[in-house]
């Protein structure tokens, strides 16, 4: 008993000092808690190990998906950091283009109007590239490249600069590939500039338009820019962890060309596709195509298009062991996710390493999955025995049929009627068409009016077409019905327009053609 009366005391101070330390700590770690969210609140700057998934309001999607990657898997993720949207939003409040947007944007009374669209938005985008950025953003960008050299051991690394934007992926509206990317950037001064491109972008005449449509305030939506170590891309492509074409959730399809990405992502060449088997691993499936065209990187920085030589551009552009990495690299994605993924994808023709460079959500089937939906099926009877006129590589599910209707002019679209086919040549104007990620911003074409009605579009002619002549007067063959999407080669609009997860109105009629598989355009 007395050694019992002895203890008590003993434990009850004991476990008051315990008390007294753990209520300090908590409440220090509380303070640094908060202190931490205060300064990654008014942060210009941000690195991707800071990031994650959940920070789309303080970086966008693309920057909070790419700090998710870097932290929490071991996917290999090119490294670097992301201005905040509170550095945007400093930008345009400290130098007044705030309101000089809004009063800009007071002109624009008729959005349907494509030539008064086209002016605002121009003029938008003029004030804004025109305007001088905050020192201390500008010291903050420079201070940040600089030490992203530092890390990598590079001096003044080359970079890709891409535009993430707080509202991408939303259940209700997708703004995602309404904004630039610009690629193998070199230099402080340079970053800082294509960063405020990435700005001036926001107000591009499709993404206005799109705004405008869905009811968003303009200067409600701020953007990131993510600054990326580049990779000097052998090859390069997309990857998604399911089977776009049918929802086939069994396996990963990627897609692969020769040099950077863009010109898979904007459909200037037809890809090589593979399909791999997410149980066994084994590829079961691939089509080689005809690769004719490449973008490089300039040594001093800046892109270009050459021609891939005659004897390379139909051999497999990636083997079959990096191939089955990418698919290895997509199921844990997709596993970490807990939904479909979209990713595109880089092989460094310095090392030969595979690299992941950025990944998002895929939408579409997602949301069919989460919904029940399944595909719809079109009346197409009587048209079993009509002559094949065009064949080429799937860009959407389904059967359809309608009349096809043949527009050669771009000022004939209002003729183009609901429920026909645009049968068309390519409608981009040249510098639209084949826009480098780091050419100055072109205008835009004068001879596209506004349409959302051109929902399908067949090239006339392609390499991958099979006409042959038919009897028959009756325009049949080429099907398509409202609710359905197509099951040949689509036009794209270019500059990584339509995809999947780009299901938004388009302002004017400027399209190009594509056989690719999985970012066709997909409308209900």
Not at 367 to 373: Q, S
């Amino acid at each position: 008993a007395s050694s019992h009366a002895i203890q008590i005391p003993y434990n009850v101070e004991h476990w008051k000092r315990g008390f007294s330390r753990y209520i300090t700590h908590r409440v220090l770690s509380d303070m640094k808690e908060r202190i931490g969210k205060m300064d990654r609140d008014k942060a210009y700057v941000l690195w991707f190990d800071e990031l994650r998934r959940e920070d789309v309001e303080i970086v966008g999607g693309k920057s909070s998906s790419l700090g998710e990657m870097t932290s929490k898997t071991d996917v290999p993720v090119p490294y670097g950091f992301a201005t905040t949207a509170y550095a945007y939003r400093q930008f345009m409040e400290r130098t007044g283009l705030d309101k000089k947007i809004r009063e800009e944007l007071k002109k624009l009374t008729d959005v349907e109007d494509s030539a008064l669209l086209r002016e605002v938005t121009d003029n938008i985008r003029a004030m804004i590239v025109a305007e001088e950025m905050p020192e201390d953003i500008v010291e903050a960008i420079k201070d940040a490249y600089a030490e992203l050299g530092d890390k990598m051991n590079v001096e003044d690394p080359f970079v890709a600069v891409r535009s993430s934007a707080t509202a991408e992926d939303l259940p209700d509206a997708s703004f995602a590939g309404q904004q630039d990317t610009y690629l193998n950037v070199h230099g402080p001064d340079m970053v800082v500039q294509k960063i405020k491109e990435c700005y001036a972008s926001t107000f591009t005449d499709r993404a206005t338009y799109y705004r405008e449509k869905t009811g968003f305030d303009h200067l409600s939506i701020a953007l990131s820019a993510t600054v990326q170590m580049m990779v000097f891309s052998k090859a390069a492509g997309v990857m998604f962890s399911l089977d776009v074409t049918n929802g086939n959730d069994k396996v990963v399809t990627i897609e692969g060309s020769y040099g950077l990405g863009e010109m898979v992502v904007q459909g200037a060449v037809t890809p090589d596709n593979f399909v791999v088997d997410k149980a066994t691993g084994d590829i079961t499936r691939r089509i080689i195509s005809d690769k004719h065209v490449k973008m490089i990187r300039k040594p001093e920085g800046d892109v270009e298009e050459v021609e891939v030589p005659a004897d390379e551009r139909k051999q497999q552009v990636i083997t079959d062991d990096q191939i089955k990495e990418l698919a290895d690299y997509a199921k844990q994605l997709e596993k970490h996710y807990g939904c479909y993924m979209d990713m595109e994808w880089g092989i460094d023709e310095r090392d030969g390493k595979v690299w992941l460079l950025q990944a998002r959500p895929e939408t579409v089937w997602s949301r069919k999955k989460a919904d029940g939906e399944v595909a719809d099926e079109t009346d197409t009877a009587g048209t079993e025995n009509l002559d094949v006129i065009v064949t080429g590589l799937p860009a959407s599910p389904g059967k359809v049929a309608g009349k096809a209707h043949v527009i050669t002019d771009p000022a004939l679209i209002d003729e183009f009627k609901d429920g026909e086919i645009l049968v068309t040549t390519m409608t981009g104007c040249p510098p639209c068409k084949r826009r480098l990620p780091s050419s100055p911003m072109p205008a835009a074409c004068p001879a596209t009016p506004p349409s959302s009605a051109a929902r399908w579009a067949f090239p006339v002619s392609s390499a991958r077409q099979a006409v042959r002549k038919r009897p028959r007067p009756r325009s049949r063959t080429v099907k398509r019905s409202r609710s359905m999407p197509l099951t040949a080669p689509c036009m794209r609009v270019s500059s990584r327009a339509w995809s999947p997860r780009h299901l938004s109105p388009m302002p004017r009629l400027q399209l190009r053609p594509t056989w690719r598989l999985s970012r066709a355009p997909r409308f209900t």
